[in-house]
Nanobody
Framework: VQLQASGGGLVQPGGSLRLSCASSGSISSIGSMGWYRQVPGRVRERVATITNFGGTNYADSEKGRFTISRDNAKNTVYLQMNSLKPEDTAVYYC????????????WGQGTQVTVSS
């Protein structure tokens, strides 16, 4: 399965972005999906997850600001990010939950989000 994240960009603090993750295969077959992010030199961290039935979970720092959703018919997972902060700057990826090993090719290149004035 190939996962392609998109929708990143440069945004000012307090702004919003909506990320999309298109899968080449059925995400309903995969099951739970998640958004992850990584800053150079740091471990990739989990941002938000969503089950096949729509149950969601967020990292504490993202609660109330980020919303994860999925469209199984379109094999796409979304991340709506509001009230963005400079510390949200990272490369964002989507993948299954639990995630594969760091060097698994399914991670793809991710999408860069930069929050800066």
């Amino acid at each position: 399965v190939q996962l392609q994240a998109s929708g990143g960009g440069l945004v000012q603090p307090g702004g919003s972005l909506r990320l999309s993750c298109a899968s080449s295969g059925s995400i309903s077959s995969i099951g739970s999906m998640g958004w992850y992010r990584q800053v150079p030199g740091r471990v990739r961290e989990r941002v938000a997850t969503i089950t096949n039935f729509g149950g969601t979970n967020y990292a504490d720092s993202e609660k109330g600001r980020f919303t994860i959703s999925r469209d199984n018919a379109k094999n796409t997972v979304y991340l709506q990010m509001n009230s963005l902060k400079p510390e949200d700057t990272a490369v964002y990826y989507c993948n299954r939950v639990p995630p594969p090993l760091p060097r698994d090719p399914s991670w793809g290149q991710g999408t860069q989000v930069t929050v800066s004035s």
